[in-house]
């Protein structure tokens, strides 16, 4: 299948939006962040992080009550909502009118990192489709189990999908093993079912469109594979879309943004030992680098 690979020169002939220099902070994009719980309360801190760091302007936050004020210290930057929480640490479908009056009013949506309770999210993501239905939504982790119920699930609006492949291999039904073999073909699989945008995560990430459209991204090293990282890079490619960029545009800058920040990591401490919450300092230097 044709695929585009994702190259610096790629990217410089792809330019991010730039606000204008007396634009305020509404004008960089306001994003909101659904994620974390109890007992995974960093994962939105290292999205929120990362997110500011690709350049938003705005940030909320919505995790537990249980865990918002920690949340709140630890990102002074934010403005922090408190959920209502299930027993089994999710946030209860109910906490979506906690959420509606952002409604219309922030340009990027990231639901998933760091949640628990895999029904309780999936009945919640049912509520946060439409109500965001104007704003670019990416789901990681747990949120994309909403596609698996009912069992033809279609997006009727533009989503972004970031799994591994473990994690798409659970929602698409099939070993892990088989995503490995042809991660291409089960991206582009992906995506034409769900009609989403579908990121599949790996030493080659592989972006598929709905229409079959591809591309295609490898690098980074095997130290991006370590708790907290894939929290950062969904907090990356959110930042970009509260920018204005397309979904798109917004992943491959992303996945390129990660990448590279794995390597300038490896570069002062080594292929192993560096930290998730390391990576999101190294995008503003890179993205000075990339630009045109």
């Avoid at 990102?75 to 640490?89: F, K, N, S, W």
């Avoid at 479908?93 to 760091?114: C, I, M, S, Y």
């Avoid at 591994?164 to 992906?190: F, I, N, R, Y």
Wanted: proline share 7%.
């Amino acid at each position: 299948m044709d695929t585009t690979d994702i190259t610096p020169s790629l990217l410089r002939s792809w330019p991010l939006p730039m606000p204008q220099p007396d634009g305020d902070k509404e004008v960089r994009g306001h994003l909101l962040i659904v994620a974390g719980s109890e007992e995974m309360p960093g994962a939105i801190v290292l999205a929120a992080t990362a997110a500011l760091r690709a350049g938003a302007g705005k940030l909320t936050l919505a995790t537990g009550a249980s865990v918002a004020a920690q949340v709140a210290v630890a990102m002074p930057e934010a403005r922090v909502i408190g959920l209502d929480e299930t027993v089994q640490g999710g946030f209860r479908h109910e906490a979506r009118h906690q959420l509606a009056p952002l409604a219309g009013k922030v340009d990027a949506v990231l639901v998933g990192p760091g949640m628990c309770d895999t029904a309780a999210s999936c009945e919640l993501m049912r509520h946060l489709l439409p109500l965001f239905a104007g704003s670019r939504l990416i789901l990681d982790a747990c949120a994309m189990q909403v596609v698996r119920q009912p069992a033809h699930f279609r997006f009727t609006q533009p989503v972004l999908l970031t799994p591994h492949a473990g994690e798409l291999a659970q929602l698409m039904g099939l070993s892990k093993d088989a995503v490995l073999a042809d991660p291409h073909a089960c991206a582009v699989d992906a995506a034409r079912r769900w009609h989403a945008i579908v990121a599949l995560k790996g030493a080659l990430t592989v972006i598929a469109m709905p229409d079959g459209s591809s591309w295609t991204h490898a690098g980074g090293n095997i130290g991006l594979a370590i708790s907290g990282s894939g929290d950062t890079l969904a907090g990356i490619i959110t930042g970009l879309a509260a920018r204005g960029a397309p979904l798109e545009q917004a992943c491959a800058w992303g996945i390129a943004l990660h990448a590279l920040a794995g390597e300038q990591l490896a570069l002062r401490f080594g292929i192993l030992g560096y930290l998730a919450r390391e990576i999101p300092a190294e995008i503003p230097a890179l993205l000075r680098n990339l630009a045109p």
